[in-house]
């Protein structure tokens, strides 16, 4: 087995040492599950701990728990560029997407339009809910540079609303979110945007990019605990949305504030997002997703003259991560083997009966964790094809 000591070259970069991972590990899938710094995990394991020494005063409607929670919302929603009393905190951008699909009124005859790079629970989700209303679930099969277009065309009088990821998770493309949401509400067409990718890995400004409802994660590109995400829904169409729970707080006058009390739970992973923006403001980003760029930019040069084809047909389609078409192979088989015999980690897949590999790139990451990839990548694929 040959480690990322012994294939890579270069200096290894000063944020890995801020990382819990594995070091032995060549760790290219953080998009997957992301990756806590190790100050940002301390801070949230340092308000469990203050949680579990008075569960009553942290957690009480009556005492810390509306407070705490208003600090963290507002801080997120300064930084996805919206209004804190817009902003519903979620676990993650899959529970925000169920909230909205469960929350429309489709009937008989309805359709929901989305691309075919959508990420596969929520494509089950769609059919789920399709098919209990007697609806559809409508697939246009497009790219980046026509989908404004190719979406648009695709709906008819009986399209409820377009769906569409902010960056795609099979395909790791940027899709144009903002001019499909403007187009569709020329139309009078709802928008729902899964930006479980975007926070962390884009700027964001929620209120200018317009869609009707956008779900995020904070645990993936922004580097928050688990257990992070939100759920912003424009004012117009918040009276839409059914709560994920009604309890105590559903007297509240504030929409935010109705959504905020779901029973007994942990808050901490919430609590802490304001030390992972802080983490990023203090460790210079902007400057690490240029860099994260480059090394996919590198990436899909390197993985083409080993026969790979990229998914983005330019590098403004993609950020940190990049994907493409691997030569007819069990990708499944392909990341078990790069994991087993090279301790490299990536997500390797089909996607639409296409095998794929995707590639993710952080701050922890280097020249050397590519390198590792270039060695091992031609003799796993000659066992797996």
């Known amino acids: 087995m040959l480690s990322n000591v012994q294939t890579g070259k270069g200096p290894r970069t000063r944020l890995r040492e801020l990382f819990l991972l594995d070091p032995d590990v060549v760790f290219l899938n953080h998009g997957s599950f992301g990756a806590c710094p190790r100050p940002v ?15 009553v005063e942290f957690l009480g409607l009556k005492r810390r728990f509306p407070e705490l929670i208003a600090h963290a919302r ?9 209004s804190a009393s817009d902003l519903v905190l979620v676990p993650n951008a899959t529970t925000a997407v169920n909230m909205v699909a469960r929350s429309l009124d489709l009937a008989p005859g309805d359709e929901i339009v989305a691309t075919t790079h959508e990420y596969g629970g929520n494509e089950l989700l769609w059919e789920y809910v399709c098919e209990r209303r007697g609806a559809r679930y409508v697939t246009v099969d497009t790219v980046p540079a026509r989908a404004v277009d190719d979406l648009l065309g695709a709906c008819t009088a009986s399209t409820r609303a377009l769906f569409v990821s902010h960056i795609s998770s099979p395909t790791a493309l940027r899709f144009p979110v903002e001019q499909l949401c403007a187009r569709a509400r020329d139309a009078g067409v709802l928008t729902i945007v899964d930006g479980a990718h975007a926070p962390g890995h884009v700027a964001l400004d929620l209120d200018a990019l317009g869609a009707d409802f956008y779900a995020g994660n904070c645990h993936k590109w922004l580097c928050s605990p688990k257990g992070a995400g939100f759920l912003h829904v424009r004012r117009e169409v918040q009276p839409l949305l059914e709560p994920a729970a009604v309890s105590w707080d ?9 959504h905020r009390w779901t029973g007994t739970r942990d808050p901490s992973p919430h609590l802490a997002v304001p030390a992972a923006i802080d983490f990023q403001a203090e460790n210079g980003w902007d400057a690490v997703r240029a860099r994260c760029h480059e090394l996919a930019v590198r990436a899909s040069g390197e993985l083409a003259a080993l026969g790979l084809e990229a998914l983005a047909s330019s590098e403004d389609e993609y950020v940190q991560m990049v994907a493409f078409r691997v030569p007819p192979c069990d990708a499944e088989e392909l990341a078990r083997r790069l994991y087993r015999d090279y301790r490299i980690e990536v997500a390797a897949r089909q996607w639409h009966d296409v095998p794929t590999l995707r590639l993710s790139f952080q701050g922890y990451n280097d020249e050397r964790d590519l390198e590792a990839l270039l060695t091992a990548l031609p003799r796993c694929l000659t066992h797996v094809r």
Request: aromatic share 16%; hydrophobic share 30%.
């Open 41 to 55: 995990f301390e801070e949230y394991q340092r308000l469990q701990r203050e949680l579990e020494r008075e569960p």
């Open 250 to 258: 559903w007297p509240e006058c504030d929409w935010s504030d109705r």
């Open 74 to 82: 507002e801080r997120l929603a300064a930084y996805v560029g919206a």
